[in-house]
C-alpha cells in the first residue's frame, strides 16, 4: 500500500492503463501544458506526449463530441470535464449520442469512453458551479455512473471505467484531491463497477452516502458508537448500477435506513435508494427511510447559507436517532 | 355538537374491548339506552348503549376490531354536522390525553360494611391513538405474524403510538418459556427501553395461528400476575365424605319430591366453605400490595370456576354463608349457564373473596390450583373415590375426597390455612353441621 492523494490515485490509474493501452487518450480545458486545473494530470504530457494529452478550447460540447467520435472509431477516450457543471454545455453529446448510439446502432458501435472531473458543491462558487450531477445522470439508460469517496476506490474504479466498453461518468470532488488514503498497488487493481463497499459494519441503522457524504456518515456513525449504537455504513461507490442488494442486505439487518446524498432531494439518488428499499425489503423496515439531502433549490453563495444548504453532520445523526426511536 | 362514543370499561379486568357486531347504521337515528353495538370484553359479549340522542354519524371501529377503554367507537350529532375535528382530537397525539380511560367503577373499595373487596390493579392509561387503525412499521407486522402476537395486544412506543421491532420484541421477551416460581411480575405492557431479544427459531409452516380471545388474554394476564406476584403453597386434606354422599342422597329425594333441582356436592362444598370462610378470615381477604395493606372482607363471596369453550370463568355466589342449599344450587346453575351462553354480567363475575375449582367430574383425584387475584386461597376438590379404609381394625369401603388449598403466603400462613381446612373437613364429616 502506498499513501496517496485522491489526485494522485487518479492520475495513477489514468498512467498505468495509458502504458497498458496505447488507444486510451486524455482530452480537457489545461490538461496538459497547464498540468490539470486541480493537478490531476501533472507531468501526464510531458509522459505522454501532447497526441494523448490534448488540451481544448472552452468548448464542451465539442470536445465531448470529439470523444465519442473517437471512441466510435475504436479509441479510448478519458474527456476531463474542469467541472461536471460544464459538462451541461455538452448535455446532448453525454444523453443523446454516449447513451444512445450503442442502442441506436442495434450494438454494432460500442462508446468505451470515460468523462471525468470533479462534481458537486465545493465551497462558496454559488448557484451555477456547485451542482450534484449523479442523479441527473444517473436517470438516462445507457450511462454508468461512478463516485468514489476515496484514493484507493477512485484508483480502482477509474481503471474499472476505462477499460469498460460502455460510457462512464465519473464524479471527483474539487475538496477532496488533497486527501490523503491508502492506495493498493497491486498490479492491475480492478474494483468491479456496480459493487458496493460496507465500510462499517453494524446493527442498529444503515447509513448509505457515497462520495464527500460518506465521511459525513462514517462521523456520525463514530459519534452514535459513542452512545453505544452500532451503525453500519453501505459506501454505494457506483451510481449506476446501483448494487441494491447490499443495501438490502444491510436493511434487512438493521430495520432502518438514513441516506446522506448532497444532490438535490428531488427525483434523486435518494429517492431511488428509497425506493429499491420498500419495494424489496418492505417487511424488514421498522421505521420511514429518512434521507438527509441538500436543500431543494440552487445553492446559496453566502458562507452560512451554504453551509446550511448541505447535508449536516447533525441532522443526519438525528435522523438516526430517530429511525432508532431514540430521539 | 358531535358526541364520541368511546369504548367504556365493561368488566373490572377489561382494557380493551372488541367490537363484534354494529346493529345500527351510519345515519341512523338512536335515543339514549339504544344498543348500538355489541362489544366482546374478556369476560362476556355486552351490549354497547349509548347515553345520548342523536343521530349516527360514523361507525369508526369496524367489526373485529379491537379499541382500547376510551378509545372511539362512533360519533353521534346532528345530521350532516362536520366530525372532522372530533376524529382529529382522537386520531393524532392527543388521542390519550383527549380520552382517557374511565376511572374503573369496580376498582373503588368503598369503606364500612359489606365492602367488596377490590378486584384489580388500577388500570394504565393508553397511549394508543383511538382513530381505529393499529400502527406498526412493516417489520412489526411481520415479526407479530410470525410469532402469533396480535398486534392489537401490544403498546407502540413509536410517533403516535406506532408499534415497532423492540415492542414486539419486548412481548417476545415477557412471553415466560414455563411458569417459574420467584420470577418477578412482568410488567403488563412492554417497556418503552430496547430490549434485545433473541430471535426464536421459527417453525415455518409447522403450526397453525389461533387469534388470542379477549378471555384467553384475560385468563393469561391475571394467572401469570398472580402465580408471579403471590407465593403459593400448598394444603392437601383428605374428607370422608361417607356422610356428606349419604346427606345429599336424602336431600335430592326431598329435592325431587318437591320438583327442585338437585343440589351437587360442590353445592355442599362451596356452603361448606362459605361457613368456615366467616370462621377464618384472612382466608377471606386480600393482601393488597399497591395499597400497602390487608383487607379482611365483612362479606363471603364464594367464587366457582366454570370451564366455558374459550377457556373459563368464575361466577360468584354472593353471600354464600347466608344462603340455603337449595339457593346456592339453583344460582351456580344459572350462572354456571349464562357462562356458557357467555351472557355473564360483571356483576356475575366480580368482587370474589374466595374461590374453589373442581376437576372431580375428570377423576382426578387431586391438583393444585392458581389464587384467583386477589383472593388469598383457592380450593382446588378433586374426585370423591371409593377406598378401602381402615375402621375399628376392619378394612371397609370408604369415600374420600381430597381438596388441596392454594395460600397465598403474604396473607396467609400455613397453620391459618389449615385451620380453615380444618373447618371445611368437619362440615364434610358432619355435614349436618351445615344446617346450624
Not at chain 1, 471505467?161 to 470532488?173: G, N, T
Not at chain 1, 447509513?207 to 459525513?216: E, F, G, Q, R, T
Amino acid at each position: 500500500m502506498a499513501e496517496l492523494q485522491f489526485r494522485e490515485a487518479i492520475r495513477a490509474a489514468m498512467v498505468e492503463e495509458m502504458e497498458r493501452d496505447a488507444t486510451i487518450f486524455l482530452m480537457g480545458e489545461e490538461v496538459a501544458q497547464y498540468n490539470g486545473a486541480y493537478k490531476v494530470s501533472e507531468g501526464m504530457l510531458d509522459k505522454f506526449g501532447p497526441r494523448r494529452v490534448i488540451d481544448t478550447p472552452i468548448s464542451e460540447n465539442g470536445f465531448a463530441g470529439l470523444g465519442i467520435g473517437a471512441a466510435l472509431n475504436g479509441l479510448r477516450p478519458i474527456i476531463e470535464f474542469m467541472t461536471f457543471n460544464f459538462s451541461f454545455v455538452a448535455f446532448d453529446q453525454l444523453i443523446n449520442n454516449a447513451a444512445k448510439i450503442r442502442y441506436m446502432s442495434g450494438g454494432q458501435f460500442k462508446i468505451p469512453i470515460v468523462f471525468r472531473g470533479p462534481n458537486g458543491a465545493a465551497g462558496q462558487l454559488a448557484a451555477t458551479h456547485n451542482t450534484s450531477t449523479e442523479s441527473i445522470y444517473a436517470t438516462i439508460p445507457g450511462l454508468k455512473v461512478v463516485a468514489p469517496s476515496n484514493p484507493d476506490d477512485a484508483k480502482g474504479l477509474l481503471k474499472s471505467a476505462i477499460r469498460d466498453d460502455d460510457p462512464v461518468l465519473f464524479l471527483e470532488s474539487e475538496v477532496m484531491y488533497g486527501m490523503r488514503g491508502e492506495v493498493s498497488e497491486e498490479e492491475d487493481y480492478l474494483i468491479p463497477i456496480g459493487k458496493a463497499r460496507v465500510a462499517r459494519e453494524g446493527t442498529d441503522v444503515t447509513l448509505v452516502a457515497h462520495s464527500k457524504s460518506y465521511w459525513i456518515a462514517m462521523r456520525v456513525a463514530d459519534r452514535l458508537a459513542e452512545e453505544g449504537y452500532s451503525a453500519e455504513v453501505i459506501d454505494p461507490r457506483t451510481i449506476r448500477p446501483l448494487d441494491v442488494d447490499t443495501i438490502l442486505d444491510s436493511i434487512r439487518k438493521t430495520n432502518r435506513c438514513v441516506i446522506i446524498d448532497e444532490s438535490n432531494p428531488y427525483a434523486s439518488i435518494s429517492s431511488e435508494i428509497t425506493y429499491q428499499i420498500q419495494d424489496r425489503a418492505f417487511d424488514f423496515l421498522d421505521a420511514p427511510i429518512v434521507r438527509i439531502t441538500a436543500k431543494d433549490t440552487p445553492a446559496p453563495y453566502a458562507k452560512n447559507l451554504m453551509a446550511y444548504y448541505m447535508p449536516q453532520e447533525d441532522d443526519a445523526y438525528r435522523a438516526c436517532k430517530k429511525v432508532m426511536y431514540v430521539d | 355538537m358531535a358526541i364520541p362514543v368511546e369504548m367504556p370499561k365493561m368488566s373490572d379486568t377489561m382494557e380493551e374491548g372488541v367490537l363484534v357486531s354494529w346493529l345500527v347504521d351510519e345515519g341512523a337515528k338512536v335515543s339514549a339506552g339504544d344498543v348500538i353495538a355489541q362489544v366482546e370484553t374478556d369476560k362476556a359479549t355486552m351490549d354497547l348503549e349509548v347515553y345520548d340522542d342523536g343521530v349516527l354519524l360514523k361507525k369508526v371501529a369496524q367489526e373485529g376490531e379491537a379499541v382500547p377503554i376510551g378509545g372511539l367507537i362512533a360519533v353521534l350529532g346532528k345530521e350532516g354536522e362536520d366530525i372532522s375535528g372530533l376524529l382529529a382530537k382522537y386520531g393524532g397525539d392527543g388521542a390519550a390525553a383527549e380520552a382517557p380511560p374511565k376511572a374503573p367503577a369496580q376498582a373503588e373499595t368503598p369503606s364500612g360494611d359489606g365492602a367488596k373487596p377490590t378486584t384489580i390493579a388500577p388500570v394504565k392509561p393508553e397511549e394508543a391513538p383511538s382513530d381505529g387503525r393499529v400502527k406498526a412499521s412493516p417489520l412489526a407486522r411481520k415479526m407479530a405474524t410470525e410469532h402469533g402476537i396480535e398486534l392489537s395486544d401490544v403498546r407502540g412506543s413509536g410517533p403516535e403510538g406506532r408499534i415497532i421491532k423492540r415492542d414486539i420484541e419486548a412481548v417476545l421477551t415477557e412471553r415466560p418459556a414455563a411458569p417459574e416460581e420467584g420470577k418477578a411480575a412482568p410488567a403488563p405492557r412492554p417497556a418503552p427501553r430496547p430490549v434485545p431479544a433473541p430471535a426464536p427459531a421459527l417453525p415455518g409452516e409447522a403450526y397453525e395461528v389461533v387469534r388470542l380471545s379477549q378471555m384467553r388474554k384475560a385468563i393469561a394476564r391475571r394467572l401469570a400476575q398472580s402465580k408471579f406476584t403471590a407465593p403459593h403453597f400448598y394444603l392437601t386434606a383428605e374428607i370422608d365424605m361417607d356422610k356428606t354422599v349419604a346427606f345429599r342422597s336424602r336431600l335430592n329425594a326431598l329435592a325431587e319430591a318437591q320438583g327442585r333441582g338437585k343440589i351437587s356436592f360442590n353445592d355442599l362444598i362451596t356452603k361448606a366453605c362459605a361457613l368456615a370462610l366467616r370462621q377464618h378470615p384472612y382466608v377471606n381477604g386480600s393482601y393488597l400490595e399497591a395499597e400497602g395493606e390487608i383487607r379482611l372482607y365483612r362479606e363471603v363471596h364464594v367464587a366457582v370456576a366454570v370451564a366455558v369453550d374459550e377457556g373459563l370463568i368464575t361466577p360468584v355466589i354472593r353471600n354464600a354463608d347466608r344462603k340455603g342449599l337449595a339457593q346456592i344450587a339453583e344460582e351456580t346453575r344459572e350462572l354456571a349457564e349464562k357462562a356458557r351462553n357467555r351472557q355473564l354480567q360483571p356483576e356475575d363475575y366480580s368482587g370474589a373473596t374466595f374461590t374453589t375449582s373442581n376437576l372431580g367430574m375428570f377423576g382426578i383425584e387431586a391438583f393444585t390450583a392458581i389464587i384467583n387475584p386477589p383472593n388469598a386461597c383457592i380450593l382446588a376438590i378433586g374426585a370423591i373415590r371409593d377406598v378401602p379404609v381402615v375402621r375399628d381394625g376392619e378394612i371397609v369401603p370408604g369415600k374420600r375426597m381430597k381438596v388441596t388449598l392454594s395460600c397465598d403466603h403474604r396473607i396467609v400462613d400455613g397453620a391459618v390455612g389449615s385451620r380453615f381446612l380444618t373447618t371445611v373437613r368437619d362440615y364434610l364429616e358432619e355435614p349436618l353441621n351445615l344446617m346450624l
